[in-house]
């Protein structure tokens, strides 16, 4: 898994060993300031003077302010995307999370909302936030990805030039903490002819889904904590579904009512928005996965290389909602030959998984691609593999590979490879 033999091996060898020497004076510090200079000239200035004060919730150095996520207003619906070019490890900053809302944000009083659970079960459930906060709960570190995530790349004829996070940013991993949703349905005891669970939003636009009782049971949180803190307005706040390595759009933000049911709710947008029409003109519906898919964070998308060529670390995340990641290959020659990229632990269930590849440049024209497979098996397939598989205008569940362009001058482009 770590170690760059199998099919790349050879090509790795001859392109990154060079590269791997770091220490070895591939990347240059500057020269260490004389010993001849006064004292107080070599301090830094932050040493000279007493430091300012803090604030009781910490935010971002002003120096970050450019790292912020990305809007797009398409059809009433708000998406906020993850800058995922600025992330390096596998959590994303909460307040960097994407978001996308049918109906903007409602202003939930969490002394005021309950959570009901009715419909085929012995003992309806009303549990308000004090009580739900006594449940014992479980932690689960997990990424949340809209269906229609990387939309742009299946839909637009020629490669948009945008970044990373414009183009594939509805995703980010986060550590999840709740109540799993079995302890209140086996508390409020389910009916022999329950197979179902509609899940449903207080927010104004009536989002809700219908989903199947037996993966709830296993694999379903009510969850109220996002990497430590309350979930943020923009997440649910105060409680949501969270169904782990399935489509955004199932994990119901500011959950107030579960109704058991013997059948599905054919809800407005599961029956519309979230079914995806097959190049053959059937409809895929209630297609929950997420699949296997990854991103070369660095370089990406309208970054500049800083050198014309030279030492450089591929970086990047994979992850599948199926599963763990098994293996990341990057080609850095538009998909001739591959290299096994080296995998960072922790290698999660249904995370993030952070990759990496050192890659010496030499300045020429470079087409740079990862392509990720889970435990299962599972791999990407290239644009023109998903793209004869659904219709012209099907966009949900894209997880072609991502390909870069890195040009000559340094500049880095989208492109379909
Ligand atoms: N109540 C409610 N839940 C919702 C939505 C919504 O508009 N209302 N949007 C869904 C969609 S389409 C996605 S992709 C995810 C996004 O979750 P996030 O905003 O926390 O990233 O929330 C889902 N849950
Ligand atoms: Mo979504």
Known sequence: MQSHGGPGGLWARRAFLGALAVGGGVVQAQPAPSAQEPLAARLPQSMARPGGADVPYGQPSAYEAAVQRSVSHVSGFAGWRTPLQHQRGIITPSGLHFAVHHNGVPDIDPARHELRLHG????????DLARLLRYPMVSRVHFLECAGNSAANALSPTALDQTLGELAGEV????????????????????????????????????SRSLPLKALLEHGMVALYQNGERLRP??????????????????????????????PAYTKDESGLYTQVLADGRIERFAFHM????????????????????????????????????????SVDGGRTWA?????????????????????????????????????????PLRGEWKRRYALHSFNHYNAVQAWRVQADGRVENLYA
């Open 340 to 380: 096994a990229a080296h995998l960072h632990g922790p290698v999660l269930d249904r995370a993030f998984t952070r990759f990496t590849l050192p890659w010496k440049w030499n300045g020429r024209r470079a087409d740079l691609l990862s392509r990720a497979t889970d435990e299962h098996g599972r791999t990407q």
């Open 291 to 330: 699949d296997v898919k990854s991103v070369i964070t660095h370089p990406s998308g309208q970054q500049t290389m800083p050198e014309t060529q030279g030492f450089y670390e591929i970086a990047g995340l994979a992850w599948s909602g199926y599963g763990r990641i098994a293996r990341v290959d990057v």
């Open 234 to 263: 923009s997440q649910g706040y105060p409680m949501r579904l969270f169904m782990p390595g399935w489509e955004g759009n199932v994990n119901i933000k500011w959950l107030h009512r579960l109704e058991v049911s013997d059948a």
């Open 172 to 207: 980010s991993c986060s550590e999840w903490t709740g109540v799993p949703l079995s302890y209140l349905l086996n508390e409020a005891g389910l009916k022999d002819r329950a197979r179902w669970v509609v899940a449903e939003g207080a927010d104004g636009g009536s989002h």
């Open 120 to 127: 085929l079960v012995d003992k309806p459930l009303r549990v």
